[in-house]
DNA sequence: CCCAGGCTTGAATCCCGAT
DNA sequence: CATCGGGATTCAAGCCTGG
């Protein structure tokens, strides 16, 4: 059998890959059950329930049954893979060391791990841990020092305002109206990746004209930016409806013309800098003592960037505010350290730190 | 034996562990061997040789082998480890997959995987993959849903101008003056990780006076920040020339205080102040009406503390839930009365007792 | 038509001490 | 160890509604 190109495959995922041919495709893309293992429910703080990703095909009995599965499927991935061929594989701390213990030892050679942070992540509703606001991809060639994979340096470099793309991708999550919904305006697909990540993998690891294969196809956005972007697809999934939209939405996308594949924009935050980072990088230490500018009042650091003075702490903005009975107070230029030269404003350490970090 | 506090072990990583009693530690702070698998020599643009990490100590024959290392190590630390005790690795991709499932297989639980954003990273001067300008560490406790990991949510959330703290942390690289050099003028250490790093992995882990383990010690930087935040070490280090560099650094360390050392807490630390305790000081009077916060529901106190609606009574919380048919309620914030100023929440008055508390 | 303010939502391993 | 119940807990975006 040939390879059918452009085409989504229904099925199980590793009775569709075993029926592809050796050494066909350029790419895989694959975003598998994550086996998150949640708990009871969510409440947020307003008590509203958060929609948790409980689907069955998400369920694993054990970590042991995970990693049968996962190197069940990225075999087949590797048999089917030129031999200049890479593969992409995203998750998050519940399974992708399991996905990249499976990568190294069925042979494949890692080339990056991609952080993709988040530009607006579901909170830590509980304050019990820190906000989960990224998750990590694989990136690998099918060998070490094999025939060479595809990396378009340039254009990465293009797209990152002409410094080197890092391994660091700041991008928002799938929502608004590139969000599939269902018949009833819920979401169609709970796990739905935003098209700009797949741009950007696109984009730097295939050339146009190659095979992308997305062994978990779901609502199809890697098909629909290969398409987008010149590039030829094999999805493949297991549940109807999810092929069907995905068919559905790729048929709408129109090609683009080589002029149009220029850019998006890699959205680069503001570098804010708390003033915890300024404990943290030892220009200040916990039991320092701030001054007003006149020098009257005065408060003391302590070791999480709050301000203690006599009964009350805060921020900075807060005990400054409080101090002066102020409603507002900006502490960077309100609180004073006492340097050789006498009493200069915090905010001279928070231009030495923000010099150090990228633009 | 006892555990050696504020000690460092010269020896053997895994037999040092061996002697260290069961349950002593309250915090585990690993920075393995990477693993890195070089080939030969890099060269920078200008012909230069970047400095590699090629120590002997670096090295290892197979996949296997750093597992069975890995693994054993790990698994010496969790013995070590207190039942609400928790561990931190640090990680790039060459190993932290392998780390990941290792510290997964021992029963260890995730928490977080963090990224550390290194704001300057080395470029990938041969252009051949993506700048690879992070690490990973992986937080884990002891063991899924056993005794309570500590975690300073609000001294993070302080640090990170009220906001919640992120998995992805942007920190410069440890170079400059914080740098150790040998005798020559190189650096001391291939790996030396910033302080920076260190400081806020502890203060959101740990307790003053916690006692911390690093079992690849190296140049003592868990030790003298540690050290500086008023927390114990214990350190192991194979290489006398790292210890002796370790002793002499923190040495130099000043202690912060225990007043400098005060983060912000957490209102579930905070004295439990009964409801009825707000009748027996006077603030309210049994008949007093409280309402919601739009002033629509309305509610009678009784001499108890318990709160009256229609036929049903109970607590501030369970009246409150159920007037608004919620699963749950913050009666103190729920509820409000009629002040001068209009109507404020009989938190205020909470706070009123509070601060008459004795210490 | 615009703007301000409120509502909704996102791959989440999400409370804890007293009895 | 399980249960009970007090009461603590959210950020950035996009969409909607009302003025």
Redesign the pocket.
């Given at each position: 059998m040939g390879l059918p190109v452009d085409t989504i495959i229904e099925g199980d995922c590793l009775e569709a890959l075993k029926k592809l041919p050796d050494r066909s495709v350029d790419l895989v893309f694959a975003?598998?059950?994550?086996?998150?293992?949640?708990?009871?429910?969510?409440?947020?703080?307003?008590?509203?329930k958060?929609?948790?990703?409980?689907d069955h095909w998400?369920q694993f009995e054990s970590f042991e049954a995970y990693d049968a599965f996962t190197r069940a499927w990225l075999k087949e991935c590797r048999r089917v893979l030129k031999d200049d061929g890479a593969i992409w594989v995203?998750?998050?701390?519940?399974n992708i060391f399991r996905v990249g213990v499976a990568v190294q030892d069925l042979g494949f050679w890692i080339l990056n791990d991609i952080v993709w942070r988040?530009?607006?992540?579901?909170?830590?509703?509980?304050?019990?841990?820190f906000?989960?606001a990224h998750?990590t991809l694989i990136w690998a060639s099918k060998s070490r020092g094999g025939r060479r994979y595809t990396f378009n340096y340039d254009a990465m470099k293009m797209a990152n305002d002409e410094l080197q793309m890092r391994s660091d991708w700041t991008l928002?999550?799938?929502?608004?109206?590139e969000?599939l919904k269902d018949g009833s305006g819920?979401?169609a697909h709970?796990?739905?990746?935003p098209e700009a990540l797949l741009h950007r993998v696109i984009l730097a690891s295939t050339k146009p004209g190659d095979v992308i294969l997305d062994p978990?196809f779901g609502t199809g956005t890697t098909g629909a930016v290969a398409r987008r972007l010149g590039r030829k697809f094999v999805g493949i999934e297991r549940e109807a409806e999810y092929a069907a939209l995905a068919r559905k939405r790729i048929a709408q996308v129109t090609p683009a013309t080589a002029d149009e594949m220029a850019v998006t924009g890699s959205?680069r935050?503001e570098p804010r800098v708390p003033f915890g980072t300024i404990l943290e990088a030892g220009l200040l230490r916990p039991g320092d003592v701030l001054y007003c500018p006149k020098g009257r009042n005065a408060a003391r650091v302590r070791a999480d960037g709050s301000l203690v003075v006599g009964e009350v702490s805060g921020s900075i903005h807060k005990v400054g505010a409080l101090v002066q009975s102020a409603p507002a107070c900006n502490g960077w230029t309100y609180w004073h350290f006492k340097s050789d030269k006498g009493l200069a404003p915090i905010d001279v350490l928070r231009a030495k730190v923000r010099s150090q970090l990228p633009a």
């Open positions: 975003d598998p059950p994550y086996n998150l293992q949640l708990g009871g429910d969510l409440l947020r703080p307003d008590n509203s958060v929609d948790a990703v409980d998400d995203i998750g998050s701390y519940h988040k530009s607006n992540p579901m909170p830590n509703f509980k304050g019990t841990r906000t989960n998750e928002p999550l799938c929502t608004g109206d969000r819920a979401k709970p796990t739905q990746k978990f959205k935050a």
